[in-house]
Nanobody
């Protein structure tokens, strides 16, 4: 079993920054891609970013490209999401997820473990 626990969410003004963390336990995740997704009120969950097992390859949703950075520390079994220039439209619950492969995609079906989510609220 894998447990994923997100942290770092909170309330921030537009233009501000937050850094989310996702701590994994139960299994070493260095062989798997990892992703971030988010769900805004009244909307479906959407892809935010993904990182490959080695950390060298990343991919972002167009809506966050250039503002968010996904990274990982395999020694600490931890995934990160640095969020800069935040906008009210970024308000959502953010989830980390483990891919079933060494690489990750934007499809939720490719992920088998999910965290409980952390709330990010951006005020205007």
């Amino acid at each position: 079993q894998v447990q994923l626990v997100e942290s770092g969410g909170g309330l921030v003004q537009a233009g501000g920054s937050l850094r989310l963390s996702c701590a994994a336990s139960g299994r070493t995740l260095s062989s798997y891609g990892m992703g971030w997704f988010r769900q805004a009120p009244g909307k479906e969950r959407e892809f935010v970013a993904v990182i490959g097992s080695s950390g060298r390859i990343t991919r972002y949703a167009d809506s966050v490209k250039g503002r968010f950075t996904i990274s990982r520390d395999n020694a600490k079994n931890t995934l990160y999401l640095q969020m800069n220039s935040l906008k009210p439209g970024d308000t959502a619950v953010y989830y980390c997820a483990k891919s079933m492969q060494g690489w990750g995609t934007s499809r939720e079906l490719d992920y088998d473990y999910w965290g409980q989510g952390t709330q990010v609220t951006v005020s205007s």
